[in-house]
């Protein structure tokens, strides 16, 4: 194998000697000779200056067509304002016009906001439809939070520029006209009250009557399984002890059993109160503690489990989270 690597070498050596020492010419790509101008390494180029013939032509194809953009500054429009940018832009604008009056007037005066103008903000989905932008509502909470503090200040020394910008987000009704009306009872007479309970919603007529009772065109015992249903149905009656006095005929629809029932319990509470309007007392929380306590010490048990029949119950059902079974409850832990 070496004696072949030493020949091949030798033949490599032997090719050099008889190759010729000039250089040779290298192959160049033909060239065309260029029509406007020549490219050349010196300084002193040669322009082909173009025939009149030509010049006139290109002046009659300016004159045919005009030249676009002729006295215009910009080529695309520039939005007026930075917001423009911004995930809501006209959104934004507000607020950076009311933090800027802020910003301005802080030094002025302030009254408590108890005595401040009573004023009824637009909510955030009416916002939200008005400028068909998707408002956070952390955001609007920031903004009408900016508001109230600039509807603070002093009645006698407000700004006007600053009654008008908080015009945006004023609600065109009137606070003082939204007041609940009367229920009276009808000419049948028949007093309604509306109830709710979580997700139910329960309407009921209440009338004097025997007792009767139905749900849905069902009685007591086949609207209600359980009990205690039963009982939280009827529980204004009987806890003020007219259960055999007025008769109820009730709608209810949503949610499972014990929120109908409870959201029944509020509406015969309601209709309750407009035919006999001194039971109110009786019926709210903590009131007949007094009146009970001197006839009988077990009536007073009795009407403090009573108390609440005309109060809404706020509480709803709490919502999964990730990572848990339930709404509280965690995964067990396992060491291995």
């Not at 600039?150 to 065109?172: G, M």
């Not at 007094?290 to 048990?301: D, G, H, K, L, P």
Request: charged share 25%; proline share 6%.
């Amino acid at each position: 194998m070496s004696t072949f690597t030493q020949s091949l070498r030798q033949l490599r050596c032997q090719g050099k000697a008889f190759r010729a020492p000039w250089p040779q010419p290298a192959w160049q790509r033909a060239s065309f000779p260029l029509a406007i101008r020549t490219i050349a390494t010196e300084t002193s180029t040669s322009i082909v200056e173009p025939k009149p013939d030509a010049l006139a032509l290109s002046t009659d194809a300016n004159s045919k067509f005009a030249m676009p953009f002729q006295g215009v500054d910009h080529a695309r429009a520039v939005p007026l304002s930075a917001s423009y940018f911004s995930r809501e832009p006209q959104f934004n604008e507000m607020y950076l016009r009311i933090a800027r009056l802020l910003t301005k007037y802080h030094a002025l005066p302030i009254v408590p906001s108890s005595n401040a103008p009573p004023t009824a903000w637009v909510k955030l989905q009416e916002m939200r439809s008005k400028l068909g932008e998707p408002i956070k509502a952390s955001h609007y909470a920031k903004v009408i939070r900016v508001a109230k503090r600039l509807n603070q200040i002093e009645p006698s020394l407000f700004p006007e520029e600053v009654r008008a910008a908080l015009e945006e987000f004023k609600r065109d009704i009137n606070p003082f006209m939204n007041v609940p009306h009367e229920v009276i009872i009808d000419k049948y007479g028949r007093a309604v009250g509306v109830g709710k309970r979580k997700e139910s919603t329960a309407r009921a007529w209440v009338v004097e009557g025997t007792g009767e009772v139905l749900i849905n065109g069902k009685t007591l015992s086949q609207a209600f399984g359980r009990v205690h249903d039963r009982e939280s149905a009827v529980w204004a009656l009987q806890a003020t002890e007219r259960l055999d006095k007025y008769n109820i005929w009730a709608l209810v629809e949503g949610g499972g059993t014990t929120g109908q029932a409870e959201a029944l319990t509020l509406a015969v509470a309601k209709a309750l109160i407009v035919h006999e309007p001194a039971l109110k007392t009786a019926l709210r929380k903590g009131m007949c503690l007094i009146i009970s306590i001197v006839t009988n010490y077990f009536a007073v048990t009795n009407h403090m489990f009573a108390a609440g029949c005309i109060t809404r119950d706020p509480r709803t059902v709490e919502r999964k989270k990730h990572g848990h079974v339930k709404a509280r409850k965690m995964p067990a832990w396992v060491k291995r």
